[in-house]
């Protein structure tokens, strides 16, 4: 049996691997279009922000390890077209084209930059960051002494991780957003308003409800034009979110969602017999939701890929489902959320409640102790809970982990307030925050 993945990163390097354990003997070969595998793309805010210096770091294995397991990866061999009836792909390698044949396929060809319609954009020192190149362009481009402003547009978890990278760096940082509120994808308004006054706290100028318009400059940039004012600025990083990269299937009829996402079941398999997908380019079932969703995080890319590497070689496993648990740092602060947002509920037509509270997050004579605050999303008529946020300078990530295992098991707001967590003073209160929450709610 030959499978061949397409795309050499997180979904499609954990099936390659998962593959060839459950059959030793299929023929398994990867094409990816770039020169670099297993890449992290998480990795690269704190690379720029110099948390490490081996850009390395973020790609965990090389085409060479790959191939002592019996796996052939083929580096900057770009897929551009497929033939599902007769189960052909071509293949494009340094100016020359193959076509080669497979019998199980998986799409994992992950994501692009989403680019504003802004005009100058292609000037220099305009970048954006989904690449090891990215990266690497961008911090060279630091390291020149005359580049002091930079302007970050966008402020979902990229851009405010860029954010605090620049600040590390030492530049003034200008944040633009056209939403009313910093990351509001991810986090209701209760929560991200925390953001804004810590980065402030640290000199970054906060646009919000302000749209870039043009990037200004002979060829490079100078300033940018907004619809309020103009800014001068030497580096610009669109952080403006992603869409997949499925473009070269749009012929095959394989399913897909409005933004190009590819639809698979709880088991990776799209509408075309014999492919298979996952990671940032496909759906991934929402366990809440009982429906393909698209969430392109590491975490499901990761899990989906093991899954479709075991289901590709022989297996017939399903997915449960996400619940899109995510979390970001933002200076001293952390931040954190699971299930249903407040936004997500409503347009799934739930008649759900809301509770937001603030407490501490351990005794007040321990040294340390900070604000915390959590939002609960709960169903209205049996209190089960939808999803939870939670934002603090300290413990807010690890207790939302708590709030993913209690959702997952269809726990209610009476059962998280009677909830047995782990009690010390240096941790906690004897009543935790979570537990007060479950018991506020009404």
Partial sequence: MKIIIIGGEAAGMSAAAKAKRINPT??????EA??????????????????????????????????EKGIQVLTQHRVVDLDPQQQQLTVEHQGETLVTHYDRLMIATGAKEILPPIAGLEKQGVYSLRRMQDGLDIKTALADPLCQHVTIIGSGFIGLEVAEAMIHQGKTVRLIERAACLIPDAFDT???????????????QIHLKESVCEIIGDDRVTSIKTDKDIYATDLVICCTGVKPNTDFIAATGIERLANGAIIIDQQGKTSIDNIWAAGDCATIWHAQLQQPVYIPLATGANKMGRLVGENIAGKNLRYDGTLGTSCVKILGLEAARTGLSEREAQ??????STVYISDKCHTNYCEGQSPLYIKLIYRSDN??????????????????DALAVAISLGATTEQLGMMDFAYAPPFARTWDIMNVAGNVAK
């Avoid at 209760?190 to 970054?204: D, F, K, N, R, Y």
């Avoid at 347009?347 to 759900?352: E, K, L, R, S, T």
């Avoid at 999803?387 to 207790?399: L, S, Y």
């Fill in 347 to 352: 347009q799934a037509n739930i008649d759900y």
């Fill in 383 to 400: 209190k089960q809970l939808l999803g939870g946020q939670m934002i603090g300078n300290k413990g807010a990530v690890h207790r939302v």
């Fill in 190 to 204: 209760e929560i991200s308003q925390h953001i804004q006054p810590e980065l402030e706290h640290a000199g970054v």
């Fill in 26 to 31: 299929a023929e398994i070969v990867v094409y």
């Fill in 34 to 67: 770039s020169n670099v595998i297993s890449f992290g793309a998480c990795g690269l805010p704190y690379y720029i922000g110099d948390e490490f210096s081996d850009a390395n770091f973020m790609a965990e294995f090389t085409p060479a390890q790959f191939a």
